[in-house]
């Protein structure tokens, strides 16, 4: 699986950004996807995910602001994130996984994109 993240971007605190991460290679509607970010000096972080079915996962420092969801006919994986925050500031991975029971935490997923910057100022 290829996953190619976009979208990033600068913005200002309280703006909203929607991006997007496309997967190819195989079948996309039977993989969990999740998306995570990284600030400098930091650990990666688990931000959302979203099962096949649906199910979502949330981190509780975004719950209420951003909202994953996926298009398995496009193979296409989105974070709408809003009312955005300084802190929210990092680089933003996408990742998928066949069957990981723990959606949270990063080592269950098989595949990771390359990253977006997105950056909020203050």
């Known amino acids: 699986v290829q996953l190619q993240a976009s979208g990033g971007g600068l913005v200002q605190a309280g703006g909203s950004l929607r991006i997007s991460c496309a997967a190819s290679g195989r079948t996309f509607s039977n993989f969990i996807m999740g998306w995570f970010r990284q600030a400098p000096g930091k650990e990666r972080e688990f931000v959302a995910a979203?099962?096949?079915?649906?199910?979502?996962y949330y981190a509780d420092s975004v719950k209420g602001r951003f909202t994953i969801s996926r298009d398995n006919a496009k193979n296409t994986v989105y974070l709408q994130m809003n009312s955005l925050k300084p802190e929210d500031t990092a680089v933003y991975f996408c990742?998928?996984?066949?069957?990981?029971?723990?959606?949270?935490?990063?080592?269950?997923?098989?595949?990771w994109g390359q990253g977006t910057q997105v950056t909020v100022s203050s």
């Open positions: 979203i099962r096949w079915s649906g199910m979502t």
């Open positions: 990742a998928a996984s066949s069957s990981t029971s723990s959606p949270r935490v990063p080592f269950g997923y098989d595949y």
